[in-house]
């Protein structure tokens, strides 16, 4: 099936954000790859890739500036094309618990990354995708006409919660799903999808090295989702499998 023709990961320098620039650019009919990374000269594993699809940008989610700029860059580059898909990736997980000493800075911080970042980027970008969405028009609602994807957690579900912990984690991610679907209803009339997905425990930088899937493993039933995801989907907050998670 048709894969988006250009995408842009945020956080595209390591871990899941990497895990989606390889399994991108090992499909021949994409035609950019754009990844984000806040220090791009220290992205070693994004430069060691020599792909002219690949084009590494510099930007910092937690800075207005810093995305406007990127949105030029990738719009430069496009040269009157639109941007097909957006998977805002970029994220940090702060262990802060109710015996934590209190600190709103790293509260602030985490919700500064976490939400307002996707919020940011996904306002900044939204042009690129009205673009690509009309340019194909004839096409149903899908990840390869048109789609933003925020990376969730199993820690966003409400529902799911029976551990407690990493409080300002779980509620930034519970906010990212409640943007996720805020946002879903504006971009549906543009014939842009929104949805959240979560990646599973996967083994990364973030997780200590710790987890149940490798990267790659993640990205394999992601992607596999992302080609079965249509109107439906619209607003929703899914497993790495595709299936609804509460």
Known sequence: S??????????????IGLGFVHFYLSRPDVKHVFATAREPEKAEDLLSISDPRLHIIKMDV??????????????????????????NNSGVATRYDIDSPPSRQSILSTLDVNVAGPIVVSQVFLPLLRLASSSLSSLPISVSRAAIINISSGAASIQDNKSGGMIVYRTSKTALNSLTKTFSIHTAKDGILTLAILPGYVVTRMTGHNGELTVEQSIKLMTDSFEKFGEVHQGGFFSKNGEPFP
């Open 2 to 15: 048709m894969s988006p023709s250009s995408l842009l990961i945020t956080g595209g320098n390591r871990g």
């Open 62 to 87: 937690q800075s207005d500036e810093s995305i406007i700029s990127a949105e030029k860059e990738v719009s430069s580059i496009l040269n009157g094309l639109g941007l097909n898909l957006l998977i």
